[in-house]
């Protein structure tokens, strides 16, 4: 298949999971691309495995002073991208009386900051009639104890698909989200959770979807694949959720 043929992509947090999986699809669909996430030596390993027609650039979400530098950094590999996959962010999880600013503030910056600044910067090279689509979660429609910090990262990033698509129509822009439910990534062992920790809150968590089973990456960059595609030029502002029925049965 070769819907993404010609085209470039830039994918935030490329080097895994989702984004990695991604990568892989939007490859094998035709295009070239560009992954971003904060360590280089998996940088290289994954731009290493993805092969010739993907490229790799150490950039923090986090941090405004790499966003800032971004566009240069890209265009000096690509002048012009298509499409834009805001997937790099991280979920941390909290009770209420246990969180702490520098907590609030670390997924904030990631998850919201990073992603409405990347865009800002990336506009001017990203083509007219081109794809934003944002990595939200299921998240943002349920209620789940110490995820609200999380959870409102996701919500925030769900409001900047609508408000940016009404901005962006004059250029033909589509901004779309996919929201995954739980998805078998290496996002789990970054809880800090003991290994006999790990493994219950796999299980509670599995038992909470209605498929009986996690998602796969595979599984959610198909649904990026379509919203970055002409597949889905009738959609803007559109949200897709992967989740095994987690919110909807
Ligand atoms: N897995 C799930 O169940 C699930 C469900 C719903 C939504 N999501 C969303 O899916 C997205 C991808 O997560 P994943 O599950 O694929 O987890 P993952 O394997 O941990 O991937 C996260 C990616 O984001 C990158 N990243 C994190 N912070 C970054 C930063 N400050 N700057 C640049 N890159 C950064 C990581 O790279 P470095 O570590 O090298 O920086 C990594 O490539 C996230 O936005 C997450 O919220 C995941």
Known sequence: MNRLENKVALITGGNSGIG???????????AKVIITGRNQESIDKAVAELGTSASGIASDTGS???????????????????????????????PIEATTEAFFDE???????????????????????????????????IGMANASVYAATKAAQLTLIRNLSAELIGRKIRVNAVSPGPV??????KLGLAADQLSATASHIQSSIPIGRFGT?????????????????????????????????
């Not at 990695?20 to 035709?30: D, S, Y």
């Open 184 to 189: 078998s990534t290496p996002l789990y062992g």
């Open 107 to 141: 997924q904030f910056n990631i998850n919201v900051k990073g992603s409405f600044f990347t865009i800002q910067q990336l506009l001017p090279i990203l083509h007219d009639g081109g794809a934003i689509v944002l990595n939200t979660s299921i998240n943002a429609h």
């Open 217 to 249: 990456p595979e599984e959610i960059a198909k649904v990026a694949l379509f919203l970055a595609s002409d597949d889905s030029t009738f959609l803007l502002g559109s949200e897709l959720i992967a989740d095994g029925g987690m919110s909807t049965l």
């Open 20 to 30: 990695f999986a991604t990568a892989q699809l939007f490859i094998a669909e035709g």
């Open 64 to 94: 405004m002073k790499d966003i800032m530098q971004l566009q240069a950094q890209v265009a000096a590999i690509h002048p012009v991208i298509d499409i834009l996959f805001l997937n790099a962010g991280v979920a941390k999880f909290s």
